[in-house]
């Protein structure tokens, strides 16, 4: 034993201290891992908070990635819905289709009766016994017309759609392309507002950590003292708060990524039947995995932070008395 | 080993909490603090420990004026030091090596060498067999002696004790005070702030005496 103090930082020799930095870490994170285990229920209820935080807009951006990619195909089909009015009798009706075959750019023309487009309405809508109480049907006679598929000039297009609104038994002619950008523009004004609760929730879930990490540093108060006493440096009493932010993290995320899941699966039957009122036979899909990926290591990255903010605030609150 | 020069110490409440005070311990010398509640022992030993910062004076240990250390380094200086208190300050919710090996884990020694240190340390202060147990467990002296190899695990040159014996019956803190004078032997310096006079008389040791913040006895 040494009589003399030396004031010299290193004490066990540097390539030993590289090992021990990384064993320091990894202990420290599996630590953290047992200490939260040991505390379930505060460790679920802050899981479960960042957990719904951010499955709700990952939820829904999920939902709106796979509503674009269904509404995709259409984009290379350019219905015109033709509505006829209402007092148009079957003869005209048939005339004016007589009439409509003889246009030129015309590739098909389908009629669809009210009838049909009662029962279509009754069979997806799930309105069925509110249409039994209506005295009449309501729908009129409507014409589909699909254009030659050379016409993808969107000149061409218009120039046909203007003729056929100039037949007087047409009550309402729907270039359905319009439709679609007014269905993307809807879109994007979704990009944003998810964007925008995206980051709402973010905050939230900072607050959240930092809250949580502010009352483990309360609970473990004794702990970072004698810590102190003993010499650990500020580093090494941040490490193990730093860690929990990142396990929080990750189970929320997890927790996030099952709720999104869940509910996806949920709406499966639900959507399914909605898209057979398209004829389409695509299902609701779950996750992709890359954003599960993205979800989990985001969640991550804001338990790290959260906990680096909490700890940067209230750790040298704790004086040594 | 320790000069103080001119040493002043106010608190914001308390003006002088210690006055002017001078002295040196040499190396390997085990010397005691006295004075009565108030005096300011406890403020003298912090200084030491950089737990508080001298208002005015300086502190000189092994030829630095420790003063002059950056916050960032104070880590470093308490790694060299032994420090004991009247409450113990262990951890409740580990066991007897963790705590005892908790500056060396601290210091980043490998497993191997916490190991042996720390079975070294609990050895000297005749515990090992109770290595797994709880400190809750252990009676006030007991606690006491983990608390001690605690601060000589890491084979520091200096050991500060404040009250060390406070809360023990007189047996017991023979027994404490036996195990100061053991690592005295084999070189440390020990510093003891302590108002068991009675204690203090029959170890013969060298004596500072506080009263009011003041220096009397040197
Ligand atoms: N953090 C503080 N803030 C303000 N005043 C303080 C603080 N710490 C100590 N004091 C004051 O400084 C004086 C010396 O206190 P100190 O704790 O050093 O005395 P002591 O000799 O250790 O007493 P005891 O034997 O009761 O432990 C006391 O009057 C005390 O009120
Ligand atoms: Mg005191």
Sequence with gaps: MSTEIVLRRTTPPVLHQMQSILFCHWKALLMTFKELLNTPVATIVTATVIGISLSLPAGLYTLLQQAKAFSSPWQDMNHISLFLKKETDLESINKLRTTLQTLPHIEKITHITPQQALQEFRDYSGFGEALDSLQHNPLPHVFIIDPQLTLHNKQQLEQLFSTLKTFPEIDIAQLDIEWLQRLYSLFNIFYQSILLISILFSLTVLLVIGNTIRLNIENKKEEIIVIKLVGGTNRFIRRPFLYRGLWYGVYGGLLAVLLVNGSLWVLQTPVKDFLLTYNSPLQLQFMPVHDTFLLVVMSMLLGLIGAILAVNKHLHNIELE | ?218
């Design chain 2, 1 to 218: 080993m320790i000069y103080f020069e001119h040493v002043y110490k106010h608190y914001p409440a308390h003006r002088d909490a210690l006055r002017d005070v001078n002295f040196h311990i040499a190396a390997g010398e085990m010397v005691f603090l006295t004075g009565q509640s108030g005096a300011g022992k406890s403020t003298l030993l912090k200084l030491l420990a950089l737990i508080e910062r001298v208002s005015s004076g300086q502190i000189i240990l092994s030829g630095k004026n420790i003063n002059k250390l950056k916050n960032s380094s104070i880590p470093f200086l308490r790694r060299k030091l032994g420090l004991i208190f009247q409450d113990y300050q262990l951890l409740m919710d580990r066991n007897v090596f963790d705590n005892v090996a908790l500056p060396l884990v601290i210091a980043g020694y490998s497993q191997k060498d916490i190991k042996k240190r720390v079975r070294a340390a609990l050895d000297k202060v005749n515990l090992l067999h109770k290595e797994k147990s709880c400190p809750i467990t252990l009676s006030g002296g007991e606690q006491q002696r983990v608390g001690i190899a605690r601060a000589v695990v890491n084979k520091p040159a200096l050991l500060l004790a404040d009250e060390p014996t406070g809360n023990l019956d007189p047996e017991l803190s023979k027994e404490i005070m036996n195990l100061f004078e053991e690592f005295n032997r084999v070189g440390v310096t020990i510093l003891i702030a302590s108002h068991d006079l009675y204690l203090i008389q029959q170890l013969q040791k060298r004596t500072i005496r506080l009263q009011q913040g003041c220096l009397v006895t040197i």
